[in-house]
């Protein structure tokens, strides 16, 4: 199938993007994403990866903070192709800000047409600096039809990414190594992570702590709930470690907003640690980070992007140098669709009215669109999907928007004979999912949460059905 040509991507949803047989034959779709393909014999594992950083001048972040002026380091998608478990099943990690709404639909078509298989096994992330990219295509074709504002997603670069992606996956495929053993390992992570929402004696949030924080006494506030584990689920062809994929909670920010593009320091971390072991790909997942970051332990000061850095690499070697692996039996993928109700706040022709009113800032005029982007898809009943790859008793659990912590927590704890790996960050067409207790607290995170206080029971009733 030709790729998209760059006015359908904006024009449009990529929801009919159709899979095609390319190097691997799929098998039939069975008719419901929910059932799972379970392979009990030979399962196969290609990397992948190519370079997904934007032009000079492009929009960072939904165009809120500067745009692209400069670079720190490259922006990559690395990820897997797993074969033998029915249809190939695919798993991305990404460094942009967001892929939201029809964007996520483009980017999981493009690879799944390449690997052969169809678009509800495949898993985009991203990772989530802020110093990157923000794509949803219908909120792209609001805010150009604005006509005065400057663009939030350049379809050319969208498109050359989908046909990188393309070329990536299918020259992957020729490279498949057998897995004989998976793995899993944990580690403490040291003075990263603390809870962004600090609340009164009152019970709601009187002082927020982000990814930075130059307040001594707010930095001095304890710590908060998090979760400490960095956890590793890993690859092997005998001895040889083949594959490593990471995932710790937590916004993955030091500093942003002076235009120069980073992967920061999560993609630091990863990157040296791809350094130690170039026969070996290294994928990181932000978990549920939605009121997670750094800023009890970052001043926000430049020299503390590399002591972050830092102390995620001693996180990554010390999983690694914990992992137990064991041979691989049983791998199967589950799906859930999830497509929570809207808070009723938010009204589109009021929306749309912010939007129209030069009076407003870049931000006020342009955040709504991701609004309404999601109102209108909720509208056309177009679901966002959960996924889970099984693999014996280890599960990774793919979750959509900024879900916060406790969603991660209760995973564990409900699934405790399991060894749970969950990667938040998925389509962010939903935006922060907080859960039912933080609405009454207030805070930034509900006040831009598009979905309603019922959004807890919901994510929840759909990652029940992936464990199904």
Same mark, same amino acid.
């Given at each position: 199938?030709?790729?998209?040509?760059?006015?359908?991507?904006?024009?449009?949803?990529?929801?009919?993007?159709?899979?095609?047989?390319?190097?691997?034959?799929?098998?039939?779709?069975?008719?419901?994403?929910?059932?799972?393909?379970?392979?009990?014999?030979?399962?196969?594992?290609?990397?992948?990866?190519?370079?997904?950083?934007?032009?000079?001048?492009?929009?960072?972040?939904?165009?809120?903070?500067?745009?692209?002026?400069?670079?720190?380091?490259?922006?990559?998608?690395?990820?897997?192709?797993?074969?033998?478990?029915?249809?190939?099943?695919?798993?991305?990690?990404?460094?942009?800000?967001?892929?939201?709404?029809?964007?996520?639909?483009?980017?999981?078509?493009?690879?799944?047409?390449?690997?052969?298989?169809?678009?509800?096994?495949?898993?985009?992330?991203?990772?989530?600096?802020?110093?990157?990219?923000?794509?949803?295509?219908?909120?792209?074709?609001?805010?150009?039809?604005?006509?005065?504002?400057?663009?939030?997603?350049?379809?050319?670069?969208?498109?050359?990414?989908?046909?990188?992606?393309?070329?990536?996956? %299918?020259?992957?495929?020729?490279?498949?190594?057998?897995?004989?053993?998976?793995?899993?390992?944990?580690?403490?992570?040291?003075?990263?992570?603390?809870?962004?929402?600090?609340?009164?004696?009152?019970?709601?949030?009187?002082?927020?702590?982000?990814?930075?924080?130059?307040?001594?006494?707010?930095?001095?506030?304890?710590?908060?709930?998090?979760?400490?584990?960095?956890?590793?689920?890993?690859?092997?062809?005998?001895?040889?470690?083949?594959?490593?994929?990471?995932?710790?909670?937590?916004?993955?920010?030091?500093?942003?907003?002076?235009?120069?593009?980073?992967?920061?320091?999560?993609?630091?971390? %990863?990157? %040296?640690?791809?350094?130690?072991?170039?026969?070996?790909?290294?994928?990181?997942?932000?978990?549920?980070?939605?009121?997670?970051?750094?800023?009890?332990?970052?001043?926000?000061?430049?020299?503390?992007?590399?002591?972050?850095?830092?102390?995620?690499?001693?996180?990554?070697?010390?999983?690694?140098?914990?992992?137990?692996?064991?041979?691989?039996?049983?791998?199967?993928?589950?799906?859930?669709?999830?497509?929570?109700?809207?808070?009723?706040?938010?009204?589109?022709?009021?929306?749309?009215?912010?939007?129209?009113?030069?009076?407003?800032?870049?931000?006020?005029?342009?955040?709504?669109?991701?609004?309404?982007?999601?109102?209108?898809?909720?509208?056309?009943?177009?679901?966002?999907?959960?996924?889970?790859?099984?693999?014996?008793?280890?599960?990774?659990?793919?979750?959509?928007?900024?879900?916060?912590?406790?969603?991660?927590?209760?995973?564990?704890?409900?699934?405790?004979?399991?060894?749970?790996?969950?990667?938040?960050?998925?389509?962010?067409?939903?935006?922060?999912?907080?859960?039912?207790?933080?609405?009454?607290?207030?805070?930034?995170?509900?006040?831009?949460?598009?979905?309603?206080?019922?959004?807890?029971?919901?994510?929840?009733?759909?990652?029940?059905?992936?464990?199904?």
């Amino acid at each position: 199938m030709p790729p998209l040509s760059r006015r359908d991507l904006l024009a449009a949803s990529a929801a009919g993007i159709a899979s095609g047989a390319v190097g691997w034959t799929p098998q039939p779709a069975t008719g419901d994403a929910a059932l799972p393909e379970v392979a009990t014999g030979e399962i196969h594992v290609a990397s992948f990866r190519f370079d997904v950083t934007p032009p000079l001048g492009h929009g960072c972040c939904g165009n809120w903070i500067k745009p692209i002026v400069g670079y720190d380091d490259p922006l990559e998608a690395i990820g897997l192709v797993i074969l033998g478990a029915g249809r190939p099943i695919v798993l991305c990690a990404v460094d942009w800000t967001g892929i939201l709404n029809d964007a996520h639909v483009a980017w999981r078509g493009a690879l799944a047409e390449a690997a052969g298989t169809s678009p509800d096994r495949v898993a985009v992330q991203v990772v989530h600096p802020h110093n990157a990219p923000m794509a949803c295509l219908e909120t792209a074709r609001l805010v150009a039809g604005a006509g005065d504002l400057p663009p939030v997603l350049d379809p050319d670069f969208f498109a050359r990414c989908l046909d990188a992606g393309r070329v990536a996956v %299918r020259q992957a495929l020729d490279r498949a190594v057998r897995v004989t053993h998976v793995g899993r390992g944990t580690a403490r992570v040291i003075d990263v992570a603390s809870n962004r929402r600090l609340l009164g004696p009152d019970g709601t949030v009187r002082t927020q702590r982000s990814s930075a924080c130059a307040d001594e006494a707010i930095r001095a506030l304890p710590e908060g709930l998090v979760d400490p584990l960095l956890r590793t689920v890993a690859f092997y062809h005998g001895d040889e470690k083949i594959a490593a994929c990471h995932a710790y909670a937590c916004h993955p920010m030091s500093y942003y907003g002076d235009g120069r593009a980073s992967a920061d320091f999560c993609g630091l971390a %990863r990157r %040296r640690r791809q350094i130690d072991e170039p026969g070996c790909t290294h994928l990181y997942f932000s978990g549920c980070g939605g009121n997670i970051a750094a800023g009890k332990y970052n001043d926000g000061s430049r020299g503390m992007r590399p002591v972050l850095a830092g102390r995620m690499y001693d996180a990554i070697v010390a999983a690694d140098a914990a992992i137990e692996r064991r041979p691989v039996e049983r791998v199967s993928w589950t799906t859930a669709p999830f497509l929570p109700t809207p808070d009723a706040r938010w009204v589109e022709r009021d929306l749309l009215a912010a939007l129209a009113d030069p009076r407003q800032s870049l931000v006020a005029r342009t955040r709504p669109m991701y609004t309404v982007a999601w109102l209108r898809r909720v509208a056309r009943g177009e679901p966002v999907v959960l996924s889970a790859l099984h693999l014996d008793d280890i599960v990774m659990v793919h979750l959509p928007g900024e879900p916060f912590v406790e969603y991660q927590l209760r995973l564990q704890q409900d699934h405790a004979d399991r060894f749970v790996f969950t990667a938040g960050y998925g389509d962010g067409g939903p935006w922060y999912l907080p859960t039912t207790a933080a609405y009454p607290q207030g805070g930034y995170e509900v006040g831009v949460a598009w979905s309603g206080r019922g959004v807890e029971a919901e994510l929840h009733d759909g990652i029940a059905r992936l464990f199904a």
